[in-house]
């Protein structure tokens, strides 16, 4: 196993360089959704490395090796350090965000006002969309108050078209990778790159057909979000402040 995460990580590492670059400095040029659409070249490259050549490729010398005589050794190799260690992070992670994912959903399922996968929380502080297959839209009880009419329809077309570009599936194979690429720190500046694209391409399709009023009224809206937030699980698709990609 750790022969096999180690030879992930030149290719891993070479597209994740390279996202992240464009999502740095050329996404307002190639576009925000353009841009988003091109980070399926990170699981596209771990895939291309797993082909069934590599897969099935056995080593000359795997068995070659005897045991003669004498009592099997007790000590642990590097190898079954390393293993360990990336277990227990792995296993760490997994929990971690297994039991944020059951807090949230507990916030969903006790949320007093809810209809049309639309529910209500004290759980949040910030419009937020949880879920991976049957995703609903988190509010924060003081949503009403917080915001205009307005506001609160473009805060909403924000989630939902989160869901119609299926982000939350998408988000699912990202936290994926984070989880079995953990101690590459590429991985997790990848997924912060990720997450920023995700929202501006959101954003852009939100705003094409938008007037300038409301591309004022939801900017400002974004604004609020940044005051009031905390910073979510990766798993959440969240309304923060960012830059506004709306050029493609």
């Known amino acids: 196993m750790i022969e096999w995460l ?55 010398n795997s068995f070659n090796r005897y045991v003669v005589g004498g009592s099997p050794s007790t000590e642990l190799t590097e190898s079954q350090v390393l293993l360990m260690i990336w277990a227990a992070g792995t296993i760490v992670l997994s929990l971690f965000f297994v039991l944020q994912y059951w807090q949230f959903k507990r916030a969903v399922e006790d949320g007093g006002d809810s209809h049309a996968g639309v529910c209500y929380s004290e759980r949040t502080t910030t419009p937020v969309l949880f879920g991976f297959f049957a995703p609903k839209i988190l509010l924060p009880d003081n949503f009403k108050a917080l915001f205009c009419p307005q506001q609160q329809q473009l805060i909403l077309e924000h989630e939902q078209t989160h869901i119609r570009q299926q982000d939350p599936l998408w988000n699912a194979l990202a936290l994926f990778i984070v989880v079995t690429f953990w101690f590459n720190p590429l991985v997790w500046l990848g997924m912060r790159s990720f997450r920023i694209n995700q929202e501006l391409a959101c954003d852009s399709r939100v705003l094409s057909a938008k007037t300038e009023t409301q591309k004022f009224l939801y900017a400002k809206a974004l604004l609020q979000c940044a005051e009031h937030t905390s910073q979510p699980p990766l798993f959440t698709l969240h309304l923060e402040k960012k830059a506004l990609c709306s050029n493609d």
Request: contains cysteine; charged residues 5%.
């Open 6 to 60: 180690v030879q992930q990580q030149g290719p891993l590492c070479l597209a994740l360089l390279l996202m992240i670059g464009l999502e740095h400095f050329f996404t307002p040029r190639l576009g925000a959704r353009f841009t988003y659409g091109l980070w399926l070249l990170v699981p596209f490259t771990v895939l291309l490395n797993n082909l069934p050549r590599q897969i099935i490729a056995v080593p000359s």
